[in-house]
Nanobody, 120 residues
Framework: QVQLVESGGGLVQPGGSLRLSCAASGSIFTIYDMGWYRQAPGKPRDLVALISSDNNANYADSVKGRFTISGDNAKKSVYLQMNSLKPEDTAVYYC??????????????WGQGTQVTVSS
């Protein structure tokens, strides 16, 4: 069993900042990558940022220069620093990790989601 637990969402004014955290736990053999996706009402779930185990990061064009993803392999955690937030960043943010447990094979695991609302 693998669990991903997110924290750090909330309500913030436009131009403000938030930091999301996600920690993985359970029968983990290898974490290949961890990242964040978001889903606004009536829209598909889209990639926000992803970081590999060797610290290569990728970002959606809409967040480049404003968001920073970082990881801590020892803590099996990933973080998303979100600055200069805009109302269009409002969504449920989901943590995702590509993990191999002590069974063969690799699969994606998802957190429960944390709400981020950007509004004045």
């Amino acid at each position: 069993q693998v669990q991903l637990v997110e924290s750090g969402g909330g309500l913030v004014q436009p131009g403000g900042s938030l930091r999301l955290s996600c920690a993985a736990s359970g029968s983990i053999f290898t974490i290949y990558d961890m990242g964040w996706y978001r889903q606004a009402p009536g829209k598909p779930r889209d990639l926000v940022a992803l970081i590999s185990s060797d610290n290569n990061a990728n970002y959606a064009d809409s967040v480049k220069g404003r968001f920073t993803i970082s990881g801590d392999n020892a803590k099996k955690s990933v973080y998303l620093q979100m600055n200069s937030l805009k109302p269009e960043d409002t969504a449920v943010y989901y943590c995702k990790a590509a993990i191999r447990t002590f069974l063969p094979g690799r699969r994606d695991y998802w957190g429960q989601g944390t709400q981020v609302t950007v509004s004045s």
